[in-house]
């Protein structure tokens, strides 16, 4: 995100959106960001606050007691919420044309939090998916493992995981002064890039390289016992069960190929092309693909409450009567709704629009 300030060669601080290579000056092109950020972060936090909101609301009040897919799914909707918290500051940074006001912690939290959600998103999925595959292809062994106590212990897991991988990002993330404006980096000062590349490529492997991988050969697994021939006698469970783990597989596959791939592509991309001081119009290629995918990759906090819907275990239905029972609450106070001797509501045929004879 932030390499406003970078020197390439030399690792001097120069002129915001310029870099070096060789005795060349190379100048980004950023003005698209400065509406492109702004815009996409406004939507991702409000869809991603009013979505995420909701689903807490339910796993809360309406799931319980909570299965093992819920487990999963209500720590993956916990993280998305608080990374949108975050957003508003973003939004005001990219805004305000890079001038960060906040002070250095709330910088490094900000920053934080995003890479946070992002990998806690990928292994919860992968989590999720593991859980439907032994649903799937070890029902009897899934009856042994896949209990809600085990899984509450896998989401502390991945949490503390993700933050003991992402504690030296809180070290490397600072701000630096840029004539009247203050920067928040994304990554580190321009010293330090070299260090934080090698750091970020580990962080990389371990928290989406592995992940990505387990998805892929779960979902094949998968996909081969899905598609063997039922019988006629299938139970009407069986086939839901069947329908819910094809849509899971579809709608994960859609965030990775959305949010997680393309980022983390253009980030690879974009952090090799400058540490071998490629040249200029290859660094403005890659950094515009690079800043396009970033809001991509905040979009997995409005994508998710999706598979919370059409994948999620009695989601979809207890929702649906969640929002019955408070349109049934609110007839029933409505002015034209009356009840008969027996408590029944009914409506006035006058109201209804009916002559009433």
Known sequence: MSFESFTISNRLSIPEDTSETGNNSCRF????????????????????????SVALWMFLTKMRPWNTSTVYMFHLALSDT???????TLIYYYANRNNW?????????????????????????????????????????????AKPRNAHMVCGLVWAAVIVCLVPNLIFVNT???DND???????????????????????TLLFGVPFFIIVVCYCLMARTLCRPRLN???????????????????????????FVPFHITRTLYYKYRVLDAEC???????????????????????????YFMAGDHYRSRLC???????ESDNLHSPTGKKNNLGLVYKNPVDQGSSGS
């Open 176 to 178: 630096s002064p840029r």
């Open 182 to 204: 203050t920067l928040c980096h994304d990554t580190s000062k321009p010293a330090d890039f070299e260090q934080y590349v090698t750091y970020s490529s580990v962080v990389m």
């Open 281 to 307: 119009w290859v660094l403005n290629v890659i950094n515009f693909s690079y800043k396009i995918t970033r809001p991509l990759a905040s979009v997995n906090s409005c994508l998710d409450p999706i598979i």
């Open 321 to 327: 009567q969640a929002f019955n029972k408070k349109k």
């Open 233 to 259: 006698n299938t139970s009407q469970k069986s086939k839901n069960s069947r329908k819910k783990s094809i849509t899971l597989i579809i709608i994960v596959l859609i965030v990775f190929a959305v949010c």
């Open 29 to 52: 092109n950023e003005e698209f960001k400065y509406i492109l950020l702004p815009v996409s972060y406004t939507i991702v936090f409000v869809l991603g606050l009013a979505l995420n």
């Open 101 to 145: 006001p906040f002070g250095v912690a709330l910088c490094k939290i900000v920053r934080f939090m995003f890479y946070a959600n992002l990998y806690c998103s990928i292994i919860l999925l992968t989590c999720i998916s593991v859980h439907r595959y032994l649903g799937v292809c070890h029902p009897i062994r899934s009856l042994r493992l």
């Open 82 to 88: 608080l990374y949108v918290l975050s957003l508003p």
